[in-house]
């Protein structure tokens, strides 16, 4: 049961431009969603959050949206350098309870940038 | 101030064999989470662990173990290798009080060849 879902697997995005990357969950419980950013022989690189109270959050040129009705979230990255090219995970979470350190990840959707 | 530390980098196993990863968390940070990569299931949680205690496991055979130290450390162990066992495992860590305590850190990994 594929809780998170990176229904793309790859995007190819012009340096300059925008970025958008997309995530869809089943899960209503969820409340906390996080993007980690991935290169080869490194480990997940914690990128941006956003909390289900909230719709939208921006981090310089990394800005979260998040549709609760429609269980969806996005990643948009403006503008696109060639250093952003790596794999993009969703993951999410519920806060409290018994999800101690327990994110659940999308399969990842490889972003290249070309100069 | 230092990362969450993983090793060893790489190793490689045969079937049946044993194999004990371990993990420096960052300072001050005492839930340390253990992760799965592979190619076919993306980032998989195994457990997490907090003053000693395992306080949440994954969906994982009894073969995949763990345990942390009193500095929390923490190491995984899994017994009676199988082929299906190779993979990335990831380490986080993360401070369980307030607003981060949902963002995890993660190491560079180990990975485990399985031959």
């Known amino acids: 049961d594929q809780q998170v879902k990176q229904n793309s697997p790859s995007l190819s995005v012009q340096e300059g431009r925008i970025s958008i990357l997309n995530c869809d969950y089943t899960n209503s419980m969820f409340d906390y969603f996080l993007w980690y950013k991935k290169y080869p022989a490194e480990g997940p690189t914690f990128l941006i959050s956003?909390?289900?109270?909230?719709d939208k959050n921006e981090d310089g040129r990394f800005t979260v949206f998040l549709n609760k009705s429609a269980k969806h979230l996005s990643l948009h990255i403006v503008p696109s350098q060639p250093g952003d090219s790596a794999v993009y995970f969703c993951a999410a979470t519920f806060r409290g309870g018994t999800s101690y350190g327990k994110l659940t990840f999308g399969q990842g959707t490889i972003l290249t940038v070309h100069p | 101030k230092a990362g969450v530390t993983q090793t060893p980098r790489y190793l490689i196993k045969t079937r049946g064999q044993q194999v004990t990863l371990s993990c420096s968390p960052i300072s001050g940070h005492r839930s340390v989470s253990w992760y799965q990569q592979t190619p076919g299931q993306g980032l998989q949680f195994l457990f997490e662990?907090?003053?000693?205690?395992?306080?949440n496991k994954g969906n994982f055979p009894g073969r995949f173990s763990g345990r942390q130290f009193s500095n929390s450390r923490s190491e995984m162990n899994v017994s009676t290798l199988e082929l299906g066992d190779s993979a990335l495992y990831l380490c986080?860590?993360?401070?369980?009080?307030?607003?981060?305590?949902?963002?995890?850190?993660f190491g560079a990994g180990s990975r485990l060849t399985v031959l």
């Open positions: 986080a860590s993360s401070s369980p009080e307030g607003s981060g305590a949902n963002v995890l850190t």
């Open positions: 662990y907090f003053s000693e205690t395992q306080r």
């Open positions: 956003i909390s289900s109270i909230k």
